[in-house]
């Protein structure tokens, strides 16, 4: 099955710097990737996911990139604010096929220091 | 309101307890998931089901048990609850809309055995 690494365990910056958490996966067939994000005793939420055909994506502050050669994948939040203190999961899976359980990486702790 | 709903939010048990988790959901979704998760930590997938009647265990061992009689619901069974059991437990459901796969979590049990 899909195996996904994910770095740093822990990323702390200050209040308006940038962000950036990294995820490798195992399965060259992984074709879709989600970030979600789990605020303090609240329930993981997805923010942003690319698939494999896109090289990168953009929602206001975040950004994900994906190099599908090298099997990894980055989360990006620039401007960094109080309110994106949070643990944040990647997840690499293949869409379409058959159902293999939604597999997380082992999470990021972001702390934004003010 | 269409959402996924885990019954009951804390319970304290004693040591060869069996119990029962709830998890049911108002969405349709034929995939469903229960993930174990120590506060802040890694998401750990212990079982999923593709829909009706179909049961798998996920990448961690778990001594627990589960069954998918209905669509909308999907019970957690331990039937002798051991201190080592003591931790917050994950229900989510998932649904493939075009290219996008989006995961919806309850607010999870937090569990402790004493």
């Known amino acids: 099955g899909e195996n996904v690494e994910q770095h740093p365990s822990t990323l702390s910056v200050q209040e308006g710097d940038s962000a950036v958490i990294k995820c490798t996966y195992s399965?060259?067939?992984?074709?879709?990737f989600p970030w979600y994000k789990q605020e303090l005793g609240k329930r993981p939420q997805l923010i942003i996911d690319?698939?494999?055909?896109?090289g990168e994506k953009k929602d206001q502050r975040i950004a994900v990139t994906l190099n599908k050669t090298a099997k990894h994948f980055s989360l990006h939040i620039t401007e960094t604010q109080p309110e994106d203190s949070a643990v944040y999961f990647c997840?690499?899976?293949?869409?379409?096929?058959?159902?293999?359980?939604?597999?997380f990486g082992k999470g990021t702790h972001l702390i934004i220091q003010p | 309101e269409a959402d996924i709903y885990q019954t009951p939010r804390y319970l304290v048990i004693g040591t060869g307890k069996k119990i029962t988790l709830e998890c049911s959901q108002t969405?349709?979704?034929?995939?469903m998931y229960w993930y174990q998760q120590d506060p802040g930590m890694e998401l750990h997938l212990i079982h999923y089901?593709?829909?009706?009647?179909?049961?798998e265990k996920g990448d961690l061992s778990s001594e627990s048990t589960v069954s998918r009689i209905r669509t909308e619901h999907f019970p957690l069974t331990l039937e002798s609850a051991r201190p080592s059991h003591t931790s917050q437990y994950l229900c989510?459901?998932?649904?493939?809309?075009?290219?996008?796969?989006?995961?919806?979590f309850g607010q999870g049990t937090r569990l402790t055995v004493v």
């Open positions: 989510a459901s998932s649904v493939a809309r075009g290219w996008v796969t989006e995961a919806f």
């Open positions: 399965d060259s067939a992984s074709n879709y």
């Open positions: 690319i698939r494999s055909n896109v």
């Open positions: 997840a690499a899976i293949f869409h379409g096929g058959g159902a293999d359980g939604l597999t």
């Open positions: 969405m349709g979704h034929d995939k």
């Open positions: 089901s593709y829909g009706v009647n179909s049961t």
